[in-house]
């Protein structure tokens, strides 16, 4: 092994400069700088990467780092604008060279990684992109992907440890970001892989640790097999950035539009889905009749659609993918509410078949299904359980189908077809697809590589280009959650787990214009809890998601539901904003009302939400440019409020629960808003 020799390597780009410690047995961040201001953003040495591999013949894992363990290291500057990383030699990695290219352009750093594996005794299963770590303090926050997006201070005690699976429902997006909320800088760390290829999207400080580490991970493909050479997907942005949360979501929303293969729409949204203001959700639903419905939208103000849960006759999570035949008073319900124009959407699983598919019966699962589920190297299936119950009590066992099989492909087709088709149904909810992680599938019989790679998602889109062909006109379909690859052949995203503390809303703020969110997980506040209703009810309308996803048994014992329908009737009255506009960013607001404190939302960390009585929103209308500012008081008392916004300087006419003038004056404001009240003004 050489002696430890020291040489440090500055990459100065724009205002970021990182610099990389070399020695001889290793490569370091060893710090990173906003050269604006003179401020260190890292100041202590950290990896730069680590990586995993397995031994074929014993199975055994192998780990690694960037900082230890190679006889070769080289730091290659081509010129100011590109630098080359490479490490080989490693005792524990025999065979394999680490290439790492740095371009430098702007305040932005375009890192690629390649590896060799000539040892055909090893195979590499796991490897960072090059991690970003900074230093934490109180003002120091993080942006995490983690549904529509959370903001957190990195100096949180105890520290913060949070590996999320992209795509899933704990990833809807590809990038993490810090910045300090005195200079109001930060740097975006975003992964711009237009397939894409599954990852891990990381986050973590030790509670002792002065350093906050930002990483995405990805499992390597062909990891049956030695000698797995191959590139990390994508390239790995770093760039500083002025701003918050909202400038970061900017980035990356650029990149998306401009590069991204999911924003090739297959097929336009449909008129009545896209203008949709609210939804229903029914299930066990004895007795109750289409004019039901109609009553309670009647009550509501608003139109709305219905989704359809149990009208199958097999149980639920029980002897998928057996649906057929259709209860017949469900039959008769979707029917009586197409005569009523009221429109219908029903459920179906996109990932999982039974491994006793009907009752206690193996009926066509080793039959059909077993040579396409996915599974571990030798052969075991992975399999998932929920609630529900075979007859003798024992957990029903569902199998994760494989999504690059033909029959699951085809499974999939016959089911959304018939109820097309035979049952008439608007739109079909395929449950999962974009909320359940992939799997490291390395069934040697199936047609994609082993492991990671971008085979799991081409796959789930190939299957719904299937289903979408033979579509019937103005039939559409949605998936649960929010994860973005699948946009191309989905016209909404079920946002039902939208219910945490510390959200904001990147996601609408790069896709609010080209995809549509609907429904709120009501059911998850506990005892019909108010402050978190009133909370919800007002992001759900500034978020711009298609409001409820409600039971009308809830809906008929509803705390607050004058100001919940309040809320309904206004997303109805301005929804082009919504359904054809743009989130611009969020005004920034400071109340002197009692904090939206409640420990009963069992879905947020904790239970615990904790929100300002006031929020507010700005959106920009695409067919004349007219913005809307939006304010809504959720307290139970009158509320004097400071704003921060964009918004142009003016005096404007107050709408809604508020008459008068609101004056925007070097893009500050101030209003008294009453209890439980709504303001606007259009720009």
């Known amino acids: 092994m050489k002696p430890a020799e020291t040489k440090d390597f500055r990459l100065v780009t724009g205002g970021l400069s990182v610099t990389l410690s070399k020695t001889g047995t290793g490569i370091s961040l060893k710090s990173i700088k906003d050269t604006r201001n003179s401020k260190k953003l890292l100041s202590e040495p950290r990896v730069l990467f680590t990586m995993k591999a397995v031994v074929l013949a014993t199975n055994e894992t192998i780990s690694a780092d960037s900082q230890t363990g190679w006889n070769f290291v ?49 195979s590499l299963t796991e490897c960072d992109y090059p991690i970003l770590s900074f230093d934490s303090k109180t003002d120091n926050m993080f942006f995490s992907p983690y549904g529509c997006g959370e903001i957190y201070s990195s100096a949180k005690e105890g520290g913060f440890l949070s590996e999320q699976n992209y795509p899933s429902y704990g990833a809807s997006m590809q990038y993490l970001a810090f910045w300090n909320e005195k200079s109001r800088r930060g740097i975006y760390c975003g992964l711009h892989d237009p397939a894409p290829a599954y990852k891990k999207i990381h986050y973590s400080r030790k509670a002792d640790e002065k350093a906050f580490t930002l990483k995405i991970v990805l499992p390597l493909t062909n990891t049956d097999i030695g000698a797995n050479s191959q590139e990390l997907y994508g390239k790995c942005v770093w760039e500083l950035f002025d701003g918050d949360w909202y400038d970061a979501a900017l980035i990356y929303r650029d990149w998306v539009w401009n590069e991204a293969r999911w924003m090739t729409r297959y097929k336009p949204l449909p008129e009545w889905m896209k203008k949709n203001n609210h939804w229903w959700l029914l299930h066990n639903m004895d007795g109750f009749k289409a004019e039901d419905v109609a009553e309670l939208n009647k009550d509501l103000g608003v139109d709305s659609a219905t989704h359809i849960y149990y009208w199958h006759q097999i149980p639920f999570d029980n002897d998928y993918p057996h649906y057929f035949p259709l209860k017949q008073e469900y039959f008769d319900l979707i029917q009586d509410l197409k005569k009523l124009g009221i429109r219908t959407m029903t459920y179906i699983n996109g990932r999982l078949w039974d491994t006793k598919d009907r009752g206690m019966e193996d009926w066509q699962f080793s039959s059909v299904a077993k040579p396409y589920t996915t599974k571990e190297k030798d052969g075991t299936m992975f399999i998932e359980k929920y609630n529900s119950e075979e007859a003798d009590g024992s957990k029903v066992e569902l199998s994760i189908m494989c999504p690059s099989s033909a029959v699951w492909q085809e499974k999939v087709k016959e089911i959304v077809d018939r109820l097309f088709n035979e049952v008439g149904v608007d739109a079909v909810y395929i449950d999962q697809i974009a909320a359940a992680k992939p799997n490291l599938c390395q069934d040697k019989t199936h047609n994609h590589p082993a492991g990671g790679g971008t085979w799991w998602c081409d796959s789930y889109n190939n299957l719904l280009d299937h289903v979408v062909r033979t579509m019937p006109e103005n039939c ?50 506990k005892d019909n809890d108010g402050v978190c209703m009133r909370v919800y009810f007002a992001q759900s309308l500034l978020y711009g998601e298609q409001m409820g996803w409600m039971r009308p048994e809830q809906y008929k014992e509803l705390p607050f539901k004058g100001f919940y329908k309040k809320l309904v009737r206004l997303r109805a009255k301005l929804g082009e904003y919504f359904y054809d506009g743009r989130m611009l960013r969020p005004p920034y607001l400071k109340d002197n009302a009692p904090r939206m404190y409640s420990t009963n939302a069992t879905e947020a960390y904790g239970g615990i939400i904790d929100y300002a009585a006031v929020q507010g929103g700005l959106w920009q209308r695409k067919r004349d440019d007219k ?44 209003i008294t808003l009453p209890a439980l009240s709504v303001a606007y003004i259009e720009i």
């Open 476 to 525: 559409t379909l949605t998936t649960e959650c929010t994860a973005d690859p699948f946009m191309k052949y989905m016209s909404a995203y079920l946002s039902w787990l939208w219910v945490k503390n510390s959200q904001v809303p990147a996601f609408p703020a790069i896709y609010s214009d080209y995809m549509a969110t609907f429904g709120i997980c009501y059911s998850s506040f």
């Open 74 to 122: 080289d730091v290659i500057k081509a010129s100011d604008k590109l630098y080359t990383i490479i490490l080989s030699g490693n005792e524990k990695l025999s065979g394999v060279t680490v290439t790492i290219t740095a371009s430098l352009e702007g305040n932005r750093i375009t890192w690629k990684i390649s590896l060799v594996n000539d040892n055909s005794e090893i």
């Open 627 to 670: 913005q809307l500012l939006l304010l809504i008081n959720t307290q139970e008392c009158e509320t004097v409020t400071q704003i921060t916004t964009d918004a142009p300087d003016g005096t404007y006419d107050l709408n809604s629960d508020v008459s008068g003038k609101l004056i925007i004056k070097e893009g500050r404001a101030n």
